[in-house]
């Protein structure tokens, strides 16, 4: 990549409409509704379609545009393993969650769990956990930015990749403070028509340069990665040892079960007017994530193919500027218009992606902080009630806080890959969300102390694991690369931390002494199912 080129002009032009297009959106949109309902839900009036659309744009983050494909171009076999692991996980979604979660809760996870528990405490460990989720999730695509912005400008330089981070937290917190669900939905649909465009695009450029022979793809990324055939073998990034091995399960494990507890993603359902439509829009959104992934495998065979995994690690030592390389290169090369161009349109989409998912993920996390613990944790039994007005607006503080607290923390962790980063979030939801989630609604015994011990007992080992994990500390590429003061092995939780999750929710329903409440279990059944009642 050249330093100062003339034409990076032209990206930041690209960057500016993207930004000029959202931000229009946003205030388009913002002046329409003010009540809670559209703050939070978007006014529950969009079709199936339209809210698939937006699931997979939610979903499709930088770890998936730049992360998995970059995982994919340097390591092969063991990066498919990432795509597979996310897409598997929507099955788990359909399966048991997205209907569910639509006919029983309101805005938040919380919701669902406080249906048939004491308000209080179950709401304050909710809230708390869905918003250590969504901050972990924010610094993953605040760092794959400052990446991104950074290879556009040609510059190497951490003012440039901090500024970045710096200017996509402040946008952030514009799309959600004025325009709420409703803005950030329409938001989603744009960029993941951009997405899919985008890859598809791409991925027909790659398939042309190797005449449609995906065998010839195959061997010359092999060849060009400098591993020879260990690169289309399982192992290369997960099989020197027996711990390698562990740390992908846990990994998987994560991967698959992660998703059904993501609070930005549950947060989608409540957005259409019925289960039915929830449950078709996760169809929808299936098809275009599945069609996503299938592409993320040829564009990450394609870059290292075509760019080399020397080259790769020479612009990003973890891989995430994969995608816009290959598109440097399909265009015609460094110096070349039609190069320029097209790394321009796809970086500019990859921006684009960053941005509506910080968007969303911001909303879940200040929708958790306003709607359950300021309205509801944090009052008196028979004290005052807020106002929706009073909560829209806590959401929008809250908002503000939340996007400083990601701006500071991503500026500490830009050295990690960014799918890497979402497999740890992924880990704290599976571990602390979904086991609340599940046993709230399949298990008629389960209490109010078990549901509390699930969540803190999933959440708990799974922030203390990480913290003591080669991830921040102890090797080369740790966020404190200078100390050494982690004991636990693996880099991802998951494998400890999500049985302890189910584990502390089945002990916590045995040893409490007040009784499930029978009749609470039996009007979430019947609204789970039918339906009745539902907001």
Known sequence: MTAHHPNHGLAVALFAVVVAVTLTITIWVGRRGHAAEDF???????????????LSGDYLSAASFLGVTGLIALYGYDGVLYSIGFL?????????VSELVRNTGRYTLADVLALRMRQRPVRAAAGLSSMVVTLMYLIAQMVGAGSLVALLLGTNSGAAKAWTIIAVGALMIVYVTVGGMRATTWIQIVKAFLLVGGSVLLT?????????????????AARRSGEGEKYLRPGLNYGSSALDRLDFVSLGLALVLGTGGLPHILSRFYTVPTARAARRSTMWAIGLIGSFYLMAIVLGLGAGAVVGGHDLRASNSAGN?????????LGGGDGSTGGLLLFAVISAIAFATILAVVAGLTLASSAAFAHDLYARA?????????SEREEVIAARISAVVIGGLAIV???????LNVAFLVGLAFAVAAS?????LLYSLFWKRFSTRGAVWSVYGGLVPAVVLVLFSPVVSGTKTSVLPGMDFHWFPLENPGLISIPLGFLAGWLGTLLDREPADEDGYAELEVRALTGAGAA
């Open 432 to 436: 602390a969300n979904l086991p609340t």
């Open 88 to 96: 598997v996980a929507w099955l788990v979604v359909l399966m048991l």
């Open 378 to 386: 944090w009052r008196r039994e028979g004290g005052r009630k807020v």
């Open 321 to 329: 500027t994969a995608v816009p390389l290959l598109a440097l290169d």
């Open 204 to 220: 027909v450029l790659v398939v042309a340069r190797f005449h449609g022979d995906l065998g010839a793809l195959m061997e010359t």
């Open 409 to 415: 923390l991503s500026l500490f962790a830009q050295r």
């Open 40 to 54: 939070f839900a978007g006014g529950r009036d969009f079709s199936p379609l339209q809210n698939g659309f937006a």
